[in-house]
Each structure stands twice: as C-alpha cells, then as structure tokens.
C-alpha cells in the first residue's frame, strides 16, 4: 500500500442531494488524506450509484473508481465529479458486480467501499460479488461494507423503509461464510446491534509464506 491511512465511518445527519445511499448509512468521512499526496492510494464504489462518496474520497486524496449497472446514475456521476473540481481523480465504469470480471477495472485496490449494494443481491449472486471483492482487493486491502442486517425469521413480511423477509438483509454469520476466510472482519460501533443495520470493517490478510513462523 503506497501510503497509510484511516478508515473510520461517522453517522451524519443528512446525505447529499442524490446521493442513493440508505439514511443511517456510515459514511466514510473519516479518511484521512494520505501523504505524499503524489503517492496516491486507490479505491473502489461497488455500486457507486450517483458517486456521492466516490467524489468524497476523491476529495480526501483517493484515487477512485466507481461501478454501477445504471448509465443514468453513471452519468450524473460524472457531472457531479466535474463539478467538485476531481474529475482527473475518479473514473466511472459500467459493470457487473458478479461477473467474472469487470471490463476497465483491474485493480488491486488499497481501499474498497459498498454501501448497500450486497444486501440488494440474493442467493449465489452474493457470493460472485464477494468473489469480485476478493479479486479487487491487495493482501492488506480495506473493505468497508454497510448493509442491512438481519435474521430472515425476525423481519416483517414488507417494509417500505427498511429490510423485510421479500427484500432480506445479509443475516448473521454471512459475512463471515462470504469473506472470512480472506478477511480480518471487525463490526464497528454503529449502526448499534438491534437496528437491523450494521457496518463492518475489514481487512485482508497476507498470505501464509510456507514454512514462516
């Protein structure tokens, strides 16, 4: 990783104009601008929508690149990047996020951020992002995921504002079924236990020299 930095979400009262992101969601404004600013680390929006906190951590010294399905929502991206003067920073492509590979984007990326974006997902296609996280992602990387989270069995059967048992949360346990065995995964302090939301911190782990230690 080119230079150290820090990632600690903070909860803000309200969410830019257009930006898709649920209220109560984290946002990740507690990125510290990386020194030397000609080292650069990257990152990447998994479902960036209309790039409100892809544009943020442009701003905070990021190198960027946001993926969505929606030309539409791609597009404003894009306007909104031109307008906060980091254009030259962040880049938007349209993609897959569970297919095999994603056309223009590569990486490995140093940071890797998804606010609600697995959580729209069901059955196997979550486990093909969670494949694509692990793609993206250098030995060392940070992977921030907020999402709605809940036992299938305790949501009503509709919700208009929240998760339900015909539009299900990641339950319990599954982020560690889908990224445990690469990543380090911590649950950080809010959204608190009991919301039905939660946000998670990980980390990957290098890889086992064999024969070390």
């Known amino acids: 990783m080119p230079a150290r930095f820090d990632v600690r979400p903070a909860l803000p009262a309200g969410r830019p104009e257009g930006d ?27 479902g960036c929508g209309t790039g409100a906190n892809a544009v943020f951590l442009a701003e905070r ?8 399905f929606s030309p539409v929502a791609l597009r404003k991206a894009g306007r909104l990047a031109e307008e906060r003067g980091v254009g030259e920073r962040v880049r938007f492509v349209q993609g897959d996020l569970t297919a095999a590979a994603i056309p223009g984007v590569d990486g490995p990326f140093d940071l890797l951020v998804d606010y609600g974006t697995l959580d729209d997902l069901r059955g196997e ?5 969670a494949d694509t996280v692990e793609r993206l992602s250098r030995p060392g990387a ?16 509709i919700s208009f504002n929240g998760p339900s048992r015909l539009a299900p949360a990641i ?24 919301s039905r939301a939660a946000c998670f911190l990980m980390t990957r782990r290098h890889p086992q020299i064999p024969g070390a230690g």
Do not use: Q
Not at 125 to 129: E, G, I, V
């Open 20 to 46: 898709r992101t649920p209220r109560g969601a984290g946002r990740a404004r507690g990125i510290r601008r990386p020194r030397p600013p000609d080292e650069l680390p990257t990152a990447v929006d998994l």
């Open 171 to 194: 339950e319990p346990g599954e982020e560690e079924r889908l990224f445990g065995s690469v990543f380090a995964i911590e649950r950080l302090p809010k959204p608190e236990p009991g």
């Open 61 to 68: 010294g990021f190198r960027v690149t946001g993926i969505d």
């Open 142 to 157: 940070v992977f921030l995921l907020w999402c709605f989270y809940a036992a299938r069995g305790d949501l009503t059967w």
């Open 125 to 129: 296609s979550r486990r093909r992002m």
